[in-house]
Protein backbone atom coordinates (compact mmCIF):
# COMPACT_ATOMS: atom_id res chain seq x y z
CA UNK A 1 0.00 0.00 0.00
CA UNK A 2 1.34 2.99 -1.05
CA UNK A 3 1.95 5.16 1.63
CA UNK A 4 0.49 9.10 1.07
CA UNK A 5 4.01 10.55 0.77
CA UNK A 6 4.62 8.56 -1.88
CA UNK A 7 1.59 9.20 -3.94
CA UNK A 8 1.60 12.95 -3.04
CA UNK A 9 5.22 12.38 -4.79
CA UNK A 10 4.08 10.76 -7.72
CA UNK A 11 1.32 13.28 -8.42
CA UNK A 12 3.91 16.40 -8.18
CA UNK A 13 6.13 14.32 -11.09
CA UNK A 14 2.83 13.76 -12.81
CA UNK A 15 0.88 16.84 -12.49
CA UNK A 16 3.60 20.23 -12.18
CA UNK A 17 3.09 21.81 -8.70
CA UNK A 18 2.45 25.27 -8.63
CA UNK A 19 3.66 27.22 -6.10
CA UNK A 20 2.47 30.97 -5.60
CA UNK A 21 5.56 33.36 -5.66
CA UNK A 22 5.02 36.41 -3.52
CA UNK A 23 6.37 39.90 -5.53
CA UNK A 24 8.60 41.46 -3.88
CA UNK A 25 7.79 44.91 -1.78
CA UNK A 26 8.18 47.59 -4.61
CA UNK A 27 11.36 49.23 -4.29
CA UNK A 28 11.00 52.82 -3.01
CA UNK A 29 12.43 55.48 -5.19
CA UNK A 30 15.32 57.13 -3.74
CA UNK A 31 15.72 59.95 -2.34
CA UNK A 32 18.57 62.11 -4.26
CA UNK A 33 20.82 62.48 -0.95
CA UNK A 34 24.53 62.88 -1.18
CA UNK A 35 26.56 61.62 1.85
CA UNK A 36 23.40 60.43 3.67
CA UNK A 37 22.71 64.14 3.48
CA UNK A 38 19.33 65.82 1.89
CA UNK A 39 19.29 67.98 -1.45
CA UNK A 40 17.21 70.49 0.76
CA UNK A 41 20.13 70.54 3.69
CA UNK A 42 22.87 71.03 0.67
CA UNK A 43 21.16 73.97 -0.72
CA UNK A 44 21.00 75.03 2.86
CA UNK A 45 24.43 75.01 3.52
CA UNK A 46 25.21 75.99 -0.10
CA UNK A 47 23.68 78.90 1.01
CA UNK A 48 25.57 79.36 3.82
CA UNK A 49 28.56 79.03 2.02
CA UNK A 50 27.56 81.89 -0.23
CA UNK A 51 27.09 84.30 2.54
CA UNK A 52 29.82 84.45 3.89
CA UNK A 53 32.44 83.37 0.47
CA UNK A 54 33.18 87.30 0.89
CA UNK A 55 34.94 86.72 3.88
CA UNK A 56 37.10 83.50 3.08
CA UNK A 57 39.95 86.18 1.30
CA UNK A 58 40.82 87.58 4.36
CA UNK A 59 40.58 84.11 6.39
CA UNK A 60 42.94 82.78 3.53
CA UNK A 61 44.92 85.96 3.99
CA UNK A 62 45.40 85.70 7.60
CA UNK A 63 45.95 81.81 7.51
CA UNK A 64 49.05 82.39 5.56
CA UNK A 65 49.91 85.31 7.65
CA UNK A 66 49.81 83.19 10.61
CA UNK A 67 51.29 80.13 9.14
CA UNK A 68 54.33 82.30 8.09
CA UNK A 69 54.76 83.49 11.47
CA UNK A 70 55.09 80.23 13.33
CA UNK A 71 57.82 79.30 10.13
CA UNK A 72 60.27 82.63 11.27
CA UNK A 73 59.32 82.03 14.74
CA UNK A 74 60.49 78.39 14.72
CA UNK A 75 57.63 76.70 16.25
CA UNK A 76 57.02 73.23 15.35
CA UNK A 77 55.24 72.70 12.26
CA UNK A 78 53.24 70.58 13.62
CA UNK A 79 51.80 72.53 16.60
CA UNK A 80 51.09 76.10 14.11
CA UNK A 81 48.86 73.93 12.24
CA UNK A 82 47.46 72.05 15.18
CA UNK A 83 46.79 75.89 16.50
CA UNK A 84 44.64 76.19 13.81
CA UNK A 85 42.53 73.56 14.28
CA UNK A 86 41.94 73.53 17.57
CA UNK A 87 41.89 76.85 18.88
CA UNK A 88 39.96 78.64 15.36
CA UNK A 89 40.94 82.06 16.48
CA UNK A 90 43.68 83.94 14.52
CA UNK A 91 43.96 87.22 16.61
CA UNK A 92 44.34 84.96 19.84
CA UNK A 93 47.29 82.78 17.65
CA UNK A 94 49.05 85.59 16.52
CA UNK A 95 49.22 87.02 19.84
CA UNK A 96 50.57 83.94 21.25
CA UNK A 97 53.08 83.34 18.59
CA UNK A 98 54.24 86.98 19.38
CA UNK A 99 54.22 86.63 22.79
CA UNK A 100 56.47 83.61 22.37
CA UNK A 101 58.60 85.08 20.60
CA UNK A 102 59.08 87.83 22.92
CA UNK A 103 60.58 85.17 25.26
CA UNK A 104 57.00 85.64 27.56
CA UNK A 105 56.11 83.16 30.01
CA UNK A 106 53.85 79.95 28.84
CA UNK A 107 51.14 81.65 31.33
CA UNK A 108 51.28 85.44 29.58
CA UNK A 109 50.99 83.81 26.45
CA UNK A 110 48.23 82.03 27.82
CA UNK A 111 45.89 84.86 29.41
CA UNK A 112 46.64 87.14 26.19
CA UNK A 113 44.38 84.32 24.01
CA UNK A 114 42.03 84.00 26.94
CA UNK A 115 41.91 87.55 26.78
CA UNK A 116 41.36 87.93 23.35
CA UNK A 117 38.88 85.45 23.06
CA UNK A 118 36.77 86.70 25.58
CA UNK A 119 34.47 87.94 22.88
CA UNK A 120 33.09 85.20 21.72
CA UNK A 121 31.44 85.31 24.73
CA UNK A 122 29.32 88.39 23.59
CA UNK A 123 28.61 86.00 20.37
CA UNK A 124 27.54 83.22 22.03
CA UNK A 125 24.68 85.05 24.26
CA UNK A 126 23.80 87.04 20.68
CA UNK A 127 23.60 83.20 19.15
CA UNK A 128 21.92 81.83 22.13
CA UNK A 129 18.11 82.60 20.71
CA UNK A 130 19.13 82.05 17.04
CA UNK A 131 20.69 78.20 18.24
CA UNK A 132 17.61 77.39 20.63
CA UNK A 133 15.95 74.86 18.88
CA UNK A 134 19.11 72.70 18.12
CA UNK A 135 20.09 69.49 19.54
CA UNK A 136 22.92 69.59 21.51
CA UNK A 137 26.06 67.84 19.40
CA UNK A 138 24.76 70.89 16.36
CA UNK A 139 25.41 73.74 19.20
CA UNK A 140 28.61 71.62 20.34
CA UNK A 141 30.08 71.42 16.67
CA UNK A 142 28.83 75.20 15.52
CA UNK A 143 30.51 76.57 19.11
CA UNK A 144 33.41 74.62 17.64
CA UNK A 145 33.18 76.32 14.20
CA UNK A 146 32.78 79.94 15.83
CA UNK A 147 34.07 82.66 14.58
CA UNK A 148 34.12 86.15 14.34
CA UNK A 149 32.79 86.43 10.72
CA UNK A 150 30.11 82.75 11.15
CA UNK A 151 28.95 84.68 14.24
CA UNK A 152 28.06 87.77 11.91
CA UNK A 153 27.11 86.00 9.24
CA UNK A 154 24.51 84.21 11.13
CA UNK A 155 22.50 87.04 12.99
CA UNK A 156 22.14 88.75 9.51
CA UNK A 157 20.91 85.73 7.75
CA UNK A 158 18.89 83.81 11.39
CA UNK A 159 15.13 85.93 9.68
CA UNK A 160 15.18 84.18 6.68
CA UNK A 161 15.48 80.65 8.59
CA UNK A 162 12.79 80.40 10.54
CA UNK A 163 12.86 76.16 10.36
CA UNK A 164 15.37 75.32 12.72
CA UNK A 165 17.07 72.60 10.38
CA UNK A 166 17.09 75.03 7.71
CA UNK A 167 18.97 77.31 10.03
CA UNK A 168 21.42 75.02 11.21
CA UNK A 169 22.57 73.74 8.16
CA UNK A 170 23.12 77.22 6.89
CA UNK A 171 25.28 77.90 9.62
CA UNK A 172 27.42 75.10 9.15
CA UNK A 173 27.99 75.63 5.28
CA UNK A 174 28.66 79.24 6.69
CA UNK A 175 31.37 78.09 9.49
CA UNK A 176 32.68 74.73 8.30
CA UNK A 177 34.19 76.13 4.43
CA UNK A 178 35.51 79.13 6.45
CA UNK A 179 37.56 77.45 9.00
CA UNK A 180 38.77 74.89 6.75
CA UNK A 181 40.10 77.78 4.37
CA UNK A 182 41.93 79.14 7.38
CA UNK A 183 43.25 75.92 8.54
CA UNK A 184 44.46 75.42 4.44
CA UNK A 185 46.47 78.74 4.95
CA UNK A 186 48.04 78.31 8.13
CA UNK A 187 49.98 74.90 6.41
CA UNK A 188 50.29 77.14 3.16
CA UNK A 189 52.04 79.82 5.43
CA UNK A 190 54.38 76.93 6.86
CA UNK A 191 55.17 75.83 3.97
CA UNK A 192 56.12 78.93 2.03
CA UNK A 193 57.49 81.14 4.31
CA UNK A 194 56.20 84.46 4.11
CA UNK A 195 54.15 85.03 0.77
CA UNK A 196 52.39 87.89 1.64
CA UNK A 197 54.15 91.50 1.23
CA UNK A 198 53.92 93.75 4.62
CA UNK A 199 52.86 96.43 2.56
CA UNK A 200 49.59 95.03 1.64
CA UNK A 201 48.23 95.53 5.49
CA UNK A 202 46.16 93.13 6.04
CA UNK A 203 45.08 94.14 9.25
CA UNK A 204 43.29 96.64 7.27
CA UNK A 205 42.42 94.26 4.47
CA UNK A 206 39.96 91.69 6.58
CA UNK A 207 37.77 94.21 8.78
CA UNK A 208 36.93 96.51 5.90
CA UNK A 209 35.60 93.45 4.11
CA UNK A 210 33.76 93.01 7.35
CA UNK A 211 32.18 95.51 7.50
CA UNK A 212 31.04 95.39 3.69
CA UNK A 213 29.32 92.03 4.69
CA UNK A 214 28.25 93.49 8.21
CA UNK A 215 26.63 96.93 6.98
CA UNK A 216 24.10 96.01 4.57
CA UNK A 217 22.13 93.80 7.15
CA UNK A 218 21.98 96.85 9.94
CA UNK A 219 18.83 98.15 10.23
CA UNK A 220 18.56 100.28 13.69
CA UNK A 221 20.61 103.19 14.27
CA UNK A 222 21.88 102.29 17.39
CA UNK A 223 23.73 99.37 15.60
CA UNK A 224 25.00 101.58 12.84
CA UNK A 225 26.71 103.78 15.94
CA UNK A 226 27.88 100.97 17.47
CA UNK A 227 29.75 99.34 13.96
CA UNK A 228 30.79 102.63 13.33
CA UNK A 229 32.73 103.31 16.69
CA UNK A 230 34.33 100.00 16.48
CA UNK A 231 35.92 100.24 13.04
CA UNK A 232 37.19 103.34 14.43
CA UNK A 233 38.57 102.19 17.55
CA UNK A 234 39.80 98.93 15.81
CA UNK A 235 41.60 101.18 13.20
CA UNK A 236 43.29 103.97 15.60
CA UNK A 237 44.07 101.48 18.47
CA UNK A 238 46.23 99.21 16.12
CA UNK A 239 49.60 99.88 17.79
CA UNK A 240 47.86 97.62 21.21
CA UNK A 241 50.00 94.43 21.60
CA UNK A 242 48.31 91.17 21.36
CA UNK A 243 45.28 92.13 19.58
CA UNK A 244 43.97 94.14 22.50
CA UNK A 245 42.36 96.67 19.91
CA UNK A 246 39.58 94.33 18.82
CA UNK A 247 38.86 93.66 22.92
CA UNK A 248 38.69 97.49 23.50
CA UNK A 249 36.66 98.23 20.56
CA UNK A 250 33.81 96.08 21.19
CA UNK A 251 33.74 97.24 24.90
CA UNK A 252 34.02 100.93 23.70
CA UNK A 253 31.43 100.23 20.74
CA UNK A 254 28.89 98.49 23.00
CA UNK A 255 29.13 101.08 25.19
CA UNK A 256 28.55 103.49 22.30
CA UNK A 257 25.23 101.79 21.04
CA UNK A 258 23.68 101.42 24.43
CA UNK A 259 24.49 105.19 25.24
CA UNK A 260 22.56 105.65 21.72
CA UNK A 261 19.71 103.62 21.99
CA UNK A 262 19.09 104.84 25.37
CA UNK A 263 19.39 108.40 24.52
CA UNK A 264 16.99 107.90 21.09
CA UNK A 265 14.35 106.17 23.53
CA UNK A 266 14.37 109.49 25.54
CA UNK A 267 14.34 111.25 23.16
CA UNK A 268 11.57 109.28 21.70
CA UNK A 269 9.28 109.80 25.13
CA UNK A 270 9.70 113.18 25.00
CA UNK A 271 8.56 113.62 21.47
CA UNK A 272 5.02 111.41 22.27
CA UNK A 273 4.53 113.10 25.74
CA UNK A 274 2.71 115.96 24.63
CA UNK A 275 0.78 113.59 21.99
CA UNK A 276 -0.43 111.06 24.23
CA UNK A 277 -1.30 114.37 26.69
CA UNK A 278 -3.40 115.72 23.54
CA UNK A 279 -5.03 112.24 22.46
CA UNK A 280 -7.99 112.57 24.44
CA UNK A 281 -10.11 112.11 27.47
CA UNK A 282 -7.63 110.11 29.68
CA UNK A 283 -9.54 106.21 30.40
CA UNK A 284 -9.17 105.13 34.20
CA UNK A 285 -8.39 101.72 34.69
Known amino acids: MESFGARARAG ?20 RAVLGIGRQQWADAWAGCKAISPLMVGSAM ?6 ALV ?38 AILTAVLI ?15 AAF ?20 LQWADRYPDPVARRWFALGGAFPFVAVWVVGTVVGIVLGPVIPEAWQIDFIVPLMFIAVLVPGLKKPAELVTVGVATV ?5 RALPFGLNVLLAIVVAMSAGSAFESWSDAR ?14 EVSP
Not at 62 to 67: E, I, K
Not at 117 to 131: E, Q
Not at 233 to 237: Q, R
Open 117 to 131: NARFALYSAALAPVW
Open 135 to 154: PLRWKLLLGYLMTDQAAVTQ
Open 71 to 108: NVAGINPWAGASASVIVVAGASQIAMVEAIRANAPAII
Open 12 to 31: CTLAPCHTRRVSPTPAQPRS
Open 62 to 67: FGLAFG
Open 233 to 237: VVVAA
Open 268 to 281: AGRRGTPAAASGGD
